[in-house]
């Protein structure tokens, strides 16, 4: 992990470059911004492990997303003097810089039972998957071994988008709340509202809003997913070393679903029925999500579904 330390330290002095850019006016501005995220998005191909470029794209991808968001504000008149723009780039729990003083501060009481929550939660993901590698799943339906890996994994991501929060603002930085319940989301676009709050932010403003999201909600919500299954499939393709088309299915599926149950808030008895609906959705899709990861970070013992196996 010594040279992903290292690319992604040459990445962030790519990022960090930016900056004086941002006095530029909107046309060398948009061209600018391309320019950086062009430079910063193949970086990752230099290295030979699929684990190593899959954890440099994810980090490269972040970096872009920060470029595009400061674009979008300098475009606005939000400008940020150096200091703060280079305090931004590593702040992983703000993806709206203009945003960020919106955002609680939080105690240091606070904060620290945020970080304790959530290494104990990435701890108990790690461990939990550990575990239940000593299983003869040989023994087990694939979708058994499917669900309790997923979980371990969705609790040791939980844990890792919350430390990074925690860690942010202990050292003084504005972040926002990286999420609030999704396992108790009462349909998919809840979920989505709940899951990942930094990154959904990111799209609300710099794409949802600007193109007229309030207007065409539908419209809006299926290009953001889009854009996201361009996103983490490149991320994914690049760690594998091939295209994949696991993430491109998986993101607009759940736009489809998410656009469907954007006006649906159930109450009630049938709350609760949506909320195991959208449980069991969430794992039933998350197979096309973890197959992804399989491809470059073995995960299961039984073979995957042949209709899957042959995607």
Known sequence: M?????LMGIAFGVAAGFHPLLRFERPLLALACATFCLIL?????VLESRLGRLVAAIGCGLLALKIIDVSVGAAKGHRPNCPTYLAYLPNFGSFVLRKANAEPAGTRCENVIHLFRGTALMACGFLLLKG???IAWGNWPFFVEHLCKTLGFFV???GLFESFFAIARLMGARARNPHHAPLAART?????????????QFFHENVFKPFGGRRRPVVLTLWVFFISALIHEFGFSLGAGHFQGYQLAFFMLHGMVVAATLGIKPRGVQAMVWVGLTLAFNVTTGLLFMASLDQIVPIYVNPLPQWLAGW
């Not at 998005?41 to 191909?45: A, D, K, V």
């Open 2 to 6: 010594l040279t992903v330390a290292l």
């Open 188 to 200: 998919p676009a809840d979920f989505w509202r709940r899951y990942n709050r930094p990154i959904q």
């Open 41 to 45: 998005l193949p970086l990752p191909l």
């Open 156 to 158: 040791g991501v939980l």
């Open 132 to 134: 239940l590698y000593v």
